[in-house]
């Protein structure tokens, strides 16, 4: 691989031992996808923070970076957590837990990591442009970094986007490169798409046959940003798909190469159902409703509102709902969770139904209107999971 100098200065210890050793981390990634330089990155969206899926291992991880001192070299900003970090206790995280989790945020706080704990960091303002080059690795952020914004970022894990995130630079394989980003698979969409679950049934659909081949869906006539993260999320979860075109509304769509598709598939009401049906499993009462997989916009919360109008969530059910904790400071938003709280549903910040341990410890019959949550909740076979819209959802549940 061909390095500037002042890469290989980083890459032979020049900067400290903990940026040799992240320059060879990215330098050997790249060897392997075959890149042949590196490239610098705009920001780097940071995954690998809730102490369920990280575990003990990371704290021998930040012992050797805090050797060195290292700080983030670009904008850098955190996924979701294990816990909501101030209502932790009503979400019934353990004080063991909830210490933890504070620790590691601690740790890349001190490296200049912004703590936004979110995988939707396009929501609080953190949009990317059109051609940058990320080092992001949440899939949905990814998926829509890719597909909504015309930026290009693989799926990075999180020590390698941390690495990119220090030393300012990704390997240029895979998604960074024009070639890798034309679609292979049309999808005419003749099923009706309106519900957010939708999107997500096409997407759980599209991933689960075609893993990682990226599709250019004709025929999707809604695609805002809420219902293109929906797609996107359920998309990569299924089938690591971190790329997708839809026709008339991602930017890359219009101008993109065609002569590459191999062949066009339909997906009809039978092809949706057939998603829904799978994740139709709960038999008794449901314990739990939870929204916001990727995290809610506060469109998405409101539209939560609306749909409940008078009515309440019943007793005996919980509605949790996951968002970012900057989205939900201002003034209408605190006003909006003052009236769902009287209505008995709770808006948690900072975590999400997969990344918090709650969930699956503490509730078995789930209701959700994400695919991907229901894929992540379902993996184990500890809960059961019934997708629905989320006005079927708010019509069982409340009175
Ligand atoms: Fe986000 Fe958690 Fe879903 S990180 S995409 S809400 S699994």
Not at 8 to 13: A, F, T, V, W
Not at 54 to 63: D, L, T
Request: charged residues 25%; hydrophobic residues 40%; proline residues 3%.
């Amino acid at each position: 691989m061909f390095l500037t100098t002042e890469q290989q200065k980083m890459l032979d210890g020049e900067h400290g031992h903990a940026i040799a050793k992240l320059t060879h981390l990215i330098v050997k990634i790249g060897e392997v996808n075959g890149a042949t330089r590196l490239i610098p990155i705009k920001n780097a969206q940071i995954a690998g923070v809730s102490y369920l899926t990280v575990g003990e291992p990371i704290f021998s991880f930040f012992n050797m970076l805090s050797e060195d001192n290292v700080k983030v070299s670009v904008p850098s900003w955190l996924n979701p957590a294990g816990m909501d970090m101030k209502k932790w206790k009503e979400m019934g995280i353990k004080n063991d837990f909830a210490e933890k989790q504070r620790r590691i945020i601690k740790q890349y706080q001190e490296m200049g990591i912004q703590t936004t704990l979110t995988c939707t960091p396009y929501l609080i303002g953190y949009k990317p442009k059109f051609g940058d080059h990320l080092a992001w690795s949440e899939s949905s952020a990814v998926s829509i970094a890719n597909a909504y914004y015309g930026a290009r970022t693989n799926r990075e894990g999180g020590p390698s986007s941390l690495a990119s995130a220090i030393i300012g630079f990704t390997a240029d394989y895979g998604l960074h490169k024009k070639e890798n980003r034309v679609p292979r698979i049309v999808v005419d969409v003749k099923a009706t798409i309106n519900h957010f679950s939708d999107f997500s049934a096409l997407g759980y659909w599209y991933g689960e046959k075609f893993h990682g081949i990226i599709p250019y869906f004709k025929s999707v006539k809604n695609a805002n940003i809420d219902q293109v993260k929906m797609l996107g999320a359920a998309m990569a979860a299924s089938g690591s798909v971190a790329h997708f075109h839809i026709a008339k509304h991602t930017p890359e769509a219009e101008k993109v190469d065609l002569s590459h598709i191999s062949e066009t598939v339909t997906f009809d009401e039978s092809d949706k159902k057939q998603i829904y049906n799978h994740f139709n499993q709960i038999k008794e009462r449901v314990n739990l409703v939870v929204i916001g997989c990727p995290h809610s916009s506060l469109e998405d919360v409101k539209l939560i509102d609306s749909s409940l109008g008078d009515k309440s969530i019943k007793e005996g059910i919980k509605f949790w709902v996951f968002s970012s904790q900057k989205l939900m400071q201002n003034d209408e938003a605190k006003k909006l969770l003052t009236n769902l709280e009287e209505k008995g549903v709770k808006i948690f910040t900072d975590t999400c139904m997969v990344v918090s341990p709650v969930v699956r410890e503490n509730y078995k019959n789930i209701l959700t209107n994400s695919a991907k949550a229901a894929f992540y909740l379902t993996r184990d076979g500890t809960n059961k999971v019934t997708l629905l819209s989320l006005s079927e959802i708010i019509e069982g549940v409340s009175e």
